[in-house]
Nanobody, 121 residues
Framework: QVHVVESGGGLVQPGGSLRLSCAASGNSVVSINAMGWYRQAPGTQRELVASITGRGFTNYANSVKGRFTISRDNTKNTLYLQMSSLKPEDTAVYYC??????????????WGQGTQVTVSS
């Protein structure tokens, strides 16, 4: 069984900061490849916020470049998203995605349940 669990969301004022975390675990997990953060606001499609490969190469949506930083700790199988200078338009449910290799030989993307981020005064 595989678990991908996000944490760290909440309510923050414009200009504030939050750090999201995502832990991937499971007895069948052999390795974790690329990981990413996505978000979905009401009435919109889910969009990529940032991604990071197993070797640490990163990619960001233009809307968050210079404000958000994605990182990972491979010793803890944990992904982070440091969000600064938050804007009301960053309000969304944030989802973590992890591309996993399993002991069965299968490779697939697994998603967390999402964590709400609300930027409002």
């Amino acid at each position: 069984q595989v678990h991908v669990v996000e944490s760290g969301g909440g309510l923050v004022q414009p200009g504030g900061s939050l750090r999201l975390s995502c832990a991937a675990s499971g007895n069948s997990v052999v390795s974790i490849n690329a990981m990413g953060w996505y978000r979905q606001a009401p009435g919109t499609q889910r969009e990529l916020v940032a991604s990071i490969t197993g070797r640490g190469f990163t990619n960001y949506a233009n809307s968050v470049k210079g404000r958000f930083t994605i990182s990972r700790d491979n010793t803890k199988n944990t992904l982070y998203l440091q969000m600064s200078s938050l804007k009301p338009e960053d309000t969304a449910v944030y989802y973590c995605s992890a591309n996993l290799d399993l002991s069965s030989g299968r490779r697939d993307d697994y998603w967390g349940q999402g964590t709400q981020v609300t930027v409002s005064s």
